[in-house]
């Protein structure tokens, strides 16, 4: 059975319902229908979320598909909730581009899913929206102050803020605008990147209600006058209008699991180029409101669980109790030299030799203080000897590992890794410490982070990246904290190295500054922020029947 087919089959409960299992009244809802509501971000309590504990889930390096981490926070909190723990999973938004894409739906699979699906996987309450129409306003001021004679004196071969559209499509990645004479704009190069690589996206998910919201909006650089001086968003007054279209926007979205498990979604970042997490306000909305809060983090350890830990926890002062490290038979393999095609079959030499990348990620886990559980996501293809050989492995390390079942039986699927980590958050006092200060120097905290996770034996700039990083220092940017960009593929920068790669270099070839979101961006190799469609888009196996049923959507 498809997952859309299990998503509809479910009996969908009204959502004031589920907003009573978190002791919610229905008068404090914003209601978008039956089935999603708003929450107001009053019900964050400080106190509350002292005692509630927050746990991480991440990944091994993925396979062009994914390893299941979105399923298996889903079928964890469910878990949590049936051995008798008041759970809420607290997860990202899909964008629409991928869904559009090359991985379809991201609601989860099987037995451990968020509905409505149809809903959160298209435009769900807008606010992918809403960040597309307050990016572009900023791109339409910077024009239009580039067009006045009384203008800012900004230099337009200064200005790297483009604009945004929630969808693949390659042929806006380079454009040029202001074509057709001097009414029509000064012409100079631009582009389109994806919603989900705004730093108004990024932004949204570090601030702490509406007025931090808008003060980081005004934040944003955005290029630098003839004589050189910075210029940010608040210098064409822009932050007030951004913040007003994303009123709502900064609400979290409150929806369920099939089991009918509280389930919090708010704000799309990638991993790859921004931090990957959902908002601060998400995560704090669900701390306090349950006492346990499962979250994931995009991609694997060394993108989307460090800048969780370095980036939202350090500025959200946030204590995570628990970390799952997600792994499949399959991405081993992957990782120890199969074919992408033939992951289907036994291979246990294969297999081991994969194990070099999964023993990578339980080590960077171990940087932060955490021995993380190690959850196998059960394929239909795994053989019982593949299953073996990874349980002793994990034994042999002293790493709890538990086999997880999560899209065929749900919940009851994870159990087992329900108890564990309930077991670990036990174990956890204050276990978790960042892997950097944000008070050291912008090139120790790259180094840092290239050396420790990725385990790169040095850093290496380019003339333009050490130019950004001094002139970021001069500006007073020294203390923000760093986002790196680079592969997903790899634990390195080079998407060609799999499994663990060992004494290679990390170039950085450029830095971007977002100041909004309040970090640094070094980039490594060529990061794609405007995705293009592959040869059969999941756009085409999607439609809708004269009643409104949608199929297709994974």
């Avoid at 929450?39 to 390893?67: F, N, Q, R």
């Avoid at 790259?446 to 950004?468: F, L």
């Amino acid at each position: 059975m498809k997952d859309i087919d299990i998503a509809r089959a479910a009996q969908i409960k009204p959502i004031v319902q589920i907003a009573e299992k978190l002791s919610v009244d229905s008068d404090k809802l914003e209601l978008y229908g039956k089935y999603k509501a708003k929450l107001p971000l009053d019900l964050i309590d400080e106190e509350k979320m002292s005692k509630s504990k927050l746990i991480l889930v991440t990944a091994i390096t993925p396979t062009p598909a994914g390893e299941g981490k979105t399923t298996t926070s889903i079928g964890l909190s469910q878990a949590l909730n049936r051995i008798g723990k008041a759970s809420t999973v607290v997860l990202r938004e899909p964008s629409l581009g991928p869904v559009f894409g090359i991985k379809g739906g991201a609601a989860g699979g099987g037995y451990s899913q968020v509905i409505p699906m149809e809903d959160i996987n298209l435009h769900f309450t807008g606010d992918l929206s809403a960040v597309e129409k307050a990016h572009n306003l900023l791109a339409a001021l910077i024009d239009n102050d580039l067009q006045k004679k009384d203008n800012l004196g900004l230099d337009p071969r200064t200005v790297t803020w483009k604009r945004v559209m929630d969808m693949n499509e390659r042929a806006l990645r380079r454009i040029v605008i202001g074509l057709g004479g001097p009414k029509e704009g000064v012409p100079r190069e631009s582009g389109f990147n994806i919603t989900a690589a705004s730093e108004v996206m990024a932004t949204l998910c570090m601030a702490s209600d509406l007025q931090d919201l808008k003060k980081r909006l005004g934040n944003i650089y955005i290029g630098q006058t003839y004589q050189g001086l910075p210029i940010f968003a608040r210098d064409l007054r822009a932050q007030g209008a951004m913040a007003a279209l994303m009123k709502d926007a900064i609400k979290p979205n409150l929806v369920q699991t099939l089991e009918g498990t509280p389930a919090i979604i708010h704000g799309g970042p990638f991993a790859n180029i921004a931090q990957g997490t959902n908002t601060i306000i998400a995560t704090k909305m669900g701390l306090s409101l349950s006492d346990y809060v499962v979250t994931e983090a995009g991609f694997a350890s060394e993108l989307g669980a460090e800048k969780f830990f370095n980036i939202k926890c350090q500025y959200g002062k946030l204590s995570p109790k628990a970390v799952v490290l997600v792994a499949t038979i399959r991405a081993l393999k992957y990782h120890g030299g199969a074919d992408l095609d033939r992951l289907n079959e036994e291979n246990l030499d294969a297999l081991k030799e994969g194990f070099a990348n999964l023993d990578k990620h339980i080590e960077n886990m171990q940087h932060f203080g955490f021995s993380p559980v190690v959850a196998i996501n059960r394929f239909i293809s795994d053989s019982n000897d593949e299953i073996d050989a990874v349980e002793k492995h994990c034994q042999n390390k002293g790493v709890k590992v538990s086999l997880v079942d999560g899209w065929a039986k749900g919940g009851e699927g994870a159990e087992d890794l329900a108890h564990k980590i309930v077991d670990s958050v036990s174990e956890c006092n204050s276990c978790f410490t960042p892997l950097y200060q944000l008070d050291w120097s912008l090139e120790k905290k790259i180094e840092t982070i290239a050396t420790k996770m990725y385990g790169a034996s040095k850093v290496e700039y380019t003339v333009k990246a050490k130019a950004v990083l001094a002139k970021a220092e001069k500006m007073g940017f020294g203390k923000l904290a760093v986002c790196m960009a680079k592969t997903q593929k790899s634990i390195s920068d080079d998407q060609y190295k799999k499994n663990r790669p060992e004494n290679f270099t990390v170039k950085i070839r450029e830095i971007e500054i977002s100041s909004g979101a309040g970090f640094i961006v070094p980039i490594a190799g060529t990061i794609m922020r405007m995705p293009g469609l592959p040869k059969v888009p999941s756009a085409e196996n999607i439609d809708i029947d004269g009643n409104g049923n949608i199929t297709g959507l994974f």
